[in-house]
């Protein structure tokens, strides 16, 4: 079945770091573009970061750049989503996934497969 599924979150105090991973199964993983969004309670959900199918270039919001990194394997169908210099405003729970096309198109509509999540708290 078609599935990607998020992990790696945790509780981490301001200024920690993170590394998130999403796992694909099920679908031609290297065809498409992942993206990593983010919601946290009574917000709207933000796509802050997304990788082309072959990993060739990256997008980032500005909320992110510059303590984000994504990355993807796709020998292991793995995307991944470095986190440094985390704040507490990071909380959220975090999500991938995948859209439709190899090409980054950063909004939430174009995405066909979703993770159910993993939760990221940044606190003292």
């Known amino acids: 079945q078609l599935q990607l599924v998020e992990s790696g979150g945790g509780l981490v105090q301001p200024g920690g770091s993170l590394r998130l991973s999403c796992a694909g199964s099920g679908f031609a993983f290297d065809y498409y573009a992942i993206g990593w969004f983010r919601q946290a309670p009574g917000k709207e959900r933000e796509v802050f970061s997304c990788i082309t199918s072959s990993g060739g270039n990256t997008n980032y919001g500005s909320s992110v750049k510059g303590r984000f990194t994504i990355s993807r394997d796709n020998a292991k169908n793995t995307v991944y989503l470095q986190m440094n210099d985390l704040k507490p405003e990071d909380s959220a729970i975090y999500y991938c996934?995948?859209?439709?096309?190899?090409?980054?198109?950063?909004?939430?509509?174009?995405?066909?497969?979703w993770g159910q999540g993993t939760q990221v708290t940044v606190s003292s």
């Open positions: 996934a995948a859209q439709r096309g190899a090409m980054c198109v950063m909004r939430t509509a174009f995405h066909n497969y």
